[in-house]
């Protein structure tokens, strides 16, 4: 039983490509991080099956996809694993958090979503929805900027590449008031393994409770089931009450809770 790792995207899916295929939706993370991973890895038992995985950033921070506790706890006995930020499953970030003997806390508690029949916003939003084009970058970025605060991350200082990518290929939408302005953003992934993920949905404190979101959301679902998603996800942070009764609304359905977890120090 152990951890192995590589850097070849190649060789991981070699090794993980049956776990990763069996539950896709638990493994989202990790599929559409995969690519630009600095690290994969993934845990053997004793019958060579996997029961692990894992993509490291190339800022350290750790994310866990399907893992039972017994792959985590392993994983922070290893001498060096000790990223400051890990991700995962409740269960098991909790698990390789207790299993580190470092000072840590609980930084998010987020939801995984998974769309069931898709549900029209009801009362419809004025306005509607286009996808966005090259024009829009700045704000598309600007507006990136003010989601990273939101949710407690530490803004970057420029998002235009960021925006430019999702733009260019044709995964974020804007929903426009009545008047032309842009008033609310929502992104999905690129396509993995049948499934992709909404993320990046924002709107403006000044323009909210007028259920733009919603319109939004709703929008980038269908671009997301025209690009071939038989499987739409997203996350919700859980302290968000209002965030996670609107996509119940618009059909989507918790699969798993995850934690985001902080390490403050070093094994006493």
Same mark, same amino acid.
């Given at each position: 039983? *152990?951890? #192995?790792?590589?850097?070849?995207?190649?060789?991981?899916?070699?090794?993980?490509?049956? #776990? $990763?295929?069996?539950?896709?939706?638990?493994?989202?993370?990790?599929?559409?991080?995969?690519?630009?991973?600095?690290?994969?890895?993934?845990?053997?038992?004793? @019958? @060579?099956?996997?029961?692990?995985?894992?993509?490291?950033?190339?800022? /350290?921070?750790?994310?866990? /996809?399907?893992?039972?506790?017994?792959?985590?706890? &392993?994983?922070? =006995?290893?001498?060096?694993?000790?990223? %400051?930020?890990?991700?995962?499953?409740?269960?098991?970030?909790?698990?390789?958090?207790?299993? =580190?003997?470092?000072?840590?806390?609980?930084? %998010?508690?987020?939801?995984?979503?998974?769309?069931? %029949?898709? +549900?029209?916003?009801?009362?419809?939003?004025?306005?509607?929805?286009?996808?966005? &084009?090259?024009?829009?970058?700045?704000? %598309?970025?600007?507006? *990136?900027?003010?989601?990273?605060?939101?949710?407690?991350?530490?803004?970057?200082?420029?998002? *235009?590449?960021?925006?430019?990518?999702?733009?260019?290929?044709? !995964?974020?939408?804007?929903?426009?008031?009545?008047?032309?302005?842009?008033?609310?953003?929502?992104? +999905? =992934?690129?396509?993995?393994?049948?499934?992709?993920?909404? #993320?990046?949905?924002?709107?403006?404190?000044?323009?909210?409770?007028?259920?733009?979101?919603?319109?939004?959301?709703?929008?980038?679902?269908?671009?997301?089931?025209?690009?071939?998603?038989?499987?739409? $996800?997203?996350?919700?942070?859980?302290?968000?009450?209002? =965030?996670?009764?609107?996509?119940? !609304? $618009?059909?989507? !359905?918790?699969?798993? @809770? #995850?934690?985001?977890?902080?390490?403050?120090?070093?094994?006493?």
């Amino acid at each position: 039983m *152990t951890w #192995h790792f590589t850097e070849d995207t190649a060789a991981f899916r070699t090794a993980a490509g049956a #776990h $990763l295929a069996a539950e896709p939706t638990r493994n989202t993370v990790v599929l559409t991080r995969m690519d630009g991973a600095a690290r994969l890895g993934w845990w053997a038992g004793p @019958d @060579d099956r996997v029961a692990g995985v894992l993509a490291v950033s190339g800022a /350290g921070d750790l994310d866990l /996809g399907a893992t039972t506790e017994e792959a985590a706890r &392993a994983l922070a =006995s290893r001498p060096g694993e000790e990223p %400051v930020r890990v991700r995962g499953e409740t269960a098991a970030v909790e698990a390789y958090a207790r299993a =580190s003997g470092r000072p840590w806390k609980p930084v %998010v508690r987020m939801r995984l979503f998974r769309l069931g %029949v898709p +549900v029209p916003p009801d009362p419809a939003p004025a306005g509607r929805h286009r996808t966005a &084009a090259a024009p829009d970058i700045p704000v %598309v970025a600007a507006w *990136t900027r003010e989601f990273a605060a939101a949710i407690g991350d530490e803004p970057a200082e420029d998002y *235009t590449g960021f925006a430019a990518e999702r733009i260019s290929e044709g !995964r974020l939408v804007l929903w426009e008031a009545p008047d032309g302005r842009p008033v609310s953003m929502a992104a +999905v =992934s690129r396509t993995s393994e049948g499934q992709a993920r909404v #993320h990046l949905v924002y709107t403006p404190p000044a323009e909210r409770g007028n259920g733009y979101a919603a319109g939004a959301t709703a929008a980038i679902g269908r671009v997301a089931a025209d690009r071939g998603a038989t499987r739409i $996800l997203l996350f919700t942070d859980l302290a968000n009450p209002t =965030s996670n009764a609107l996509y119940r !609304r $618009l059909g989507y !359905r918790p699969v798993t @809770d #995850h934690l985001g977890a902080e390490f403050t120090g070093t094994a006493g």
